[in-house]
């Protein structure tokens, strides 16, 4: 029900711009979010985004550098992320909760990231 796409490897400095399409229910999700995943290292949020009303937030360590957005038309969820350091590389995982307050209860299979000269 989400499938993410967009990843590769990225030198330092550089952009690059995750899409997440989502489907079923997921689709229709109140909050939609994104993690990532270094080796060694548990999962950790990156950026998430709600409606009604909208609004984002941000990991410390991505704040400035990273934007989430939706498309509701299109089923889709972006994330953008500029000025990519080493620290940066990971898996990156798309989520949805359905509702306020819910679990994150549909995750895509991620999409590997990274950052190397």
């Known amino acids: 029900q989400l499938v993410e796409s967009g990843g590769g490897l990225v030198q330092p400095g550089n952009s690059l711009r995750l899409s997440c399409a989502a489907s079923g229910r997921a689709a229709n999700a109140y909050g939609m979010g994104w993690f990532r995943q270094a080796p060694g290292e548990d999962r950790e949020f990156v950026a998430g985004?709600?409606?009604?009303?909208?609004?984002?937030k941000y990991a410390d360590s991505v704040q400035g550098r990273f934007t989430i957005a939706r498309d509701i038309r299109k089923n889709m969820v972006y994330l953008q992320m500029n000025s990519l350091k080493p620290e940066d590389t990971a898996t990156y995982y798309c989520a949805a909760a359905m509702y306020k307050g819910s679990d994150w209860s549909f995750w895509g299979p991620g999409t590997q990231v990274t950052v190397s000269s």
């Open positions: 985004i709600v409606q009604h009303p909208s609004s984002t």
